[in-house]
């Protein structure tokens, strides 16, 4: 399932696990075609383009009970990889990422990174999933728009990236816009000091440093 982020995505992958299927997580910004491509090579059975369910070739599959989903590597360093993983597993790193970053039931995401990915996995689906923190999808990945979800929403907590960090940084943006926000969280790439430096003399908020991998889920937190 290759969805963007939104109520529809928590439907087909909540939908798929009560049927007992594999969700295999694709990348929405990838075209049609390039997510055909990566479903026949992980050996997915469908493939949900948004509106239908096209059936897969068939081949041989050998499959474990209690697999939960199966993460997409980035394929940065070669054909795209398929990582499955359990319930279990995925429960105990949704609940490492909250009780290391102090995410709690009454708090509430800003999801601008994709779910599907595993910092969206850990940080954003997970916290709902198991302690219900709610979620607000981002109608738009500018600094405008999200600053506009921030003032309307009051988002409590905000997982980002760095080139969106420093985006936010250089926007024309009002100091009040972000207040809402307790908690900052930056990952999937390196955050400079100065960086960090210029959006906590920006917003008065420090960014938190986040490292992972799809592999492992979480590995460091600040």
Same mark, same amino acid.
């Given at each position: 399932?290759?969805?963007?982020?939104?109520?529809?995505?928590?439907?087909?992958?909540?939908?798929?696990?009560?049927?007992?299927?594999?969700?295999?997580?694709?990348?929405?910004?990838?075209?049609?075609?390039?997510?055909?491509?990566?479903?026949?090579?992980?050996?997915?059975?469908?493939?949900?383009?948004?509106? +239908?369910?096209?059936?897969?070739?068939?081949?041989?599959?050998? *499959?474990?009970? =209690? &697999?939960? %989903?199966?993460?997409?590597?980035? #394929?940065?360093?070669?054909?795209?990889?398929?990582?499955?993983?359990?319930?279990?597993?995925?429960?105990? +790193?949704?609940?490492?990422?909250?009780?290391?970053?102090?995410? *709690?039931?009454? =708090? &509430?995401? %800003?999801?601008?990174?994709?779910? #599907?990915?595993?910092?969206?996995?850990?940080?954003?689906?997970?916290?709902?999933?198991?302690?219900?923190?709610?979620?607000?999808?981002?109608?738009?990945?500018?600094?405008?728009?999200?600053?506009?979800?921030?003032?309307?929403?009051?988002?409590?907590?905000?997982?980002?990236?760095?080139?969106?960090?420093?985006?936010?940084?250089?926007?024309?943006?009002?100091?009040?816009?972000?207040?809402?926000?307790?908690?900052?969280?930056?990952?999937?790439?390196?955050?400079?000091?100065?960086?960090?430096?210029?959006?906590?003399?920006?917003?008065?908020?420090?960014?938190?440093?986040?490292?992972?991998?799809?592999?492992?889920?979480?590995?460091?937190?600040?």
């Amino acid at each position: 399932m290759g969805i963007p982020n939104g109520i529809v995505w928590f439907q087909a992958f909540i939908g798929l696990l009560e049927a007992g299927a594999i969700p295999v997580l694709l990348d929405p910004g990838e075209p049609l075609a390039a997510q055909k491509e990566a479903a026949l090579h992980l050996g997915a059975s469908w493939l949900w383009t948004g509106t +239908d369910m096209h059936a897969l070739p068939l081949r041989l599959r050998v *499959r474990r009970e =209690d &697999l939960c %989903l199966v993460k997409v590597t980035s #394929g940065s360093t070669g054909r795209p990889r398929g990582l499955a993983f359990t319930h279990g597993q995925m429960l105990a +790193d949704g609940r490492q990422v909250c009780r290391s970053m102090g995410i *709690r039931e009454d =708090d &509430l995401n %800003l999801a601008v990174i994709p779910f #599907g990915h595993s910092y969206g996995l850990g940080n954003l689906v997970l916290p709902l999933i198991d302690q219900g923190t709610a979620i607000v999808c981002a109608e738009s990945p500018l600094p405008s728009g999200l600053a506009l979800d921030c003032a309307k929403w009051k988002p409590t907590v905000f997982p980002l990236v760095p080139s969106l960090m420093q985006a936010l940084v250089r926007a024309d943006l009002h100091l009040g816009d972000f207040s809402p926000l307790r908690l900052v969280i930056a990952a999937g790439g390196v955050i400079s000091p100065q960086g960090a430096k210029s959006f906590c003399e920006r917003f008065a908020q420090s960014v938190h440093c986040f490292y992972g991998s799809s592999d492992t889920g979480g590995i460091s937190y600040d």
